[in-house]
């Protein structure tokens, strides 16, 4: 959860951060607390008082369904008027943090994945966000699923050797001295097996930087090759006929790794990113603070969105 | 949960059910109150009551870490001596349904799937057997895991259409007809993303029969070659070099699809069991019986397990 504090012409005064707070799967309790220890510490480093912010804008999936603006308001301590709180989705400020462009696709594979079609300065088509267990292709968690499967597959016997094998039972403190079960099992499988059902699945997702620390192996390269077949499809069914505006790309998984330099990329990959101006954004944050100052004055050009951009950028590296 | 009661010299005289009752997925006291009903019923049938029972072999999977036989004896009403209530895995009383050799090879696909090789009467090699997040290639849960992300994904736009979209929403109840929401997503989408989360991942292995009833339709097609895929691998992993004894496969996801007649074999699954003497059976409850008989008596032969194998189906169909 990120917090971006601007003055009214833009300049980026503060920036904090929070622990991760999505209201759909950590509920709106933690939501909301995420992003007062991320206003709050933006907040800190503007050396201003909360109560003197003009506008919000909060950027989150599922803001509209599961938090309440009143309720917001009292968790941010903001105290204006409550139509000067606006919510939108993380799809819209991924967007938004990359152009100023009324229309245009956007593409967000962190732990999830979706797309969204924007056209008159809002989504008017989203495809994928069906989460981990329905959709989510080219999202962390498949890719982390799919290295820990990889892993259990060869441990079993069932997949071929791997060097993801090596690299996650390291992760994890696990020995893999090749020693056996009575019924033949590696001991390696069965202290792996009930560590990785500990978690919640979702939270695969964390071994997907092993995918991309192991490329060259075959069955490591078979696994990103997947996730940007699945991200091809996402763009595909996103964008119109012919390309309108800029492709926005953001997301821990886009930039760390599916479209990292030196990755080679598919021939779906390719064909789908033809004729593409693509924009790579880290997140949200930029775009949230762009929507905040457009819904309150006139809307930003691309010098002032380049300076919001740089503004964050510096606080975010300070 | 399956109980079988029998006489001395191998006659069956009584058959139960009870709910399902994994004590790994359902918990311990689950797995014993569905036993108990199993082997209530099996005991009503036969007209005897279960403190007159001389031996009890309970098969189940997890049964030896998780259920103690103190608390087993009580809640079955076993009255004998402790040593004559006896365990084992549910892969050794599949193999035993099909068998009496003491050397050869068992493969089960049912909601989950794993294999054994057995010699000397003991499983003395485990393959699989992971779980549906893990591992379970082949598995119902694999097969109907795949039909639901199929549709999901034909009605977000990233993958093709499929007959199986509108059998999934009829089983559902759900409407397709084609209409949409505000942000571009249909609106069969919204109904059917919720409804398939309520339950447990899984639960998703009640959609498997579609597949197979969708046969045909490229993407069915596509979702059991995958699976006979897994299946192969399984096969592959879990026999020696050469054919040792039968290969028996059990599981309602073996028999209801993989293998059943006129479902083309992919390359894989051919050459996996090329060779083979394979033993289709329906589930671990003849072996279970047989084990019981073999601890107390002498060894079962040919004839001795298909009396017992008859003697099972008779009730079960009664």
């Known amino acids: 959860t990120r917090a971006v504090l601007t003055t009214r012409d833009g300049r980026c005064s503060g920036y904090g951060t929070g622990p991760a707070g999505n209201p759909t799967s950590a509920g709106p309790d933690a939501a909301m607390a995420a992003m007062s220890t991320a206003a709050g510490a933006a907040a800190r480093q503007a050396e201003v008082s909360l109560d003197g912010v ?16 009143a309720d917001l308001a009292r968790t941010l301590g903001f105290t204006g008027p409550l139509g000067q709180l606006r919510t939108t ?28 079609q924007v056209r008159g300065g809002v989504v008017v088509r989203s495809v994928g ?6 959709g989510d292709g080219g999202s962390g968690f498949a890719v982390g699923h799919a290295v820990v499967r990889a892993v259990v ?16 039972l390291d992760d994890l403190g696990i020995a893999h001295d090749g020693a056996l079960t009575a019924d033949g099992r590696p001991t390696a ?11 919640r699945p979702v939270a695969l997702a964390r071994y ?17 090759a ?19 505006g800029p492709l926005v790309m953001g997301g821990g998984t886009v930039s760390g790794g599916l479209l990292a330099p030196g990755v080679a990329r598919t021939l779906a990959l390719r064909l789908a990113l033809e004729g ?3 924009r790579l954004v880290r997140d949200g944050a930029v775009g949230a603070a762009a929507l905040a100052l457009t819904a309150e004055t006139s809307r930003l050009d691309d010098a002032g969105l380049d300076r919001l951009r740089a503004g964050v950028e510096a606080l975010r590296t300070a």
Chains 1, 2 share one sequence.
Do not use: N
């Not at 597959?153 to 996650?168: M, V």
């Not at 995918?211 to 490591?220: E, I, K, M, Q, R």
């Not at 940007?228 to 012919?242: G, K």
């Open 208 to 224: 997907a930087p092993l995918a991309f620390a192991a490329l060259g192996d075959p069955v490591a390269d078979g696994i990103v």
């Open 89 to 116: 989705g993380d799809v819209a400020a991924t967007y938004f943090s990359g152009t100023v462009e009324p229309a245009g696709c956007v593409v967000v594979a962190g732990t999830g994945s979706c797309a969204g």
């Open 189 to 199: 499988l069965g202290a792996l097996v009930p560590t990785l059902y500990r978690g």
């Open 129 to 134: 966000g069906s989460g981990w267990l329905l």
């Open 54 to 69: 003009e506008a919000v804008m909060v950027a989150m999936a599922g803001v509209r369904t599961l938090l309440d603006p």
């Open 276 to 278: 593409a101006d693509v």
């Open 226 to 244: 997947g996730a940007q077949d699945a991200l091809a499809a996402l763009i595909t069914a996103v964008r119109a006929d012919a390309w309108v």
């Open 153 to 168: 597959a060869q441990l079993e016997g069932t997949g071929p050797a791997t060097a993801l094998t090596a690299l996650l």
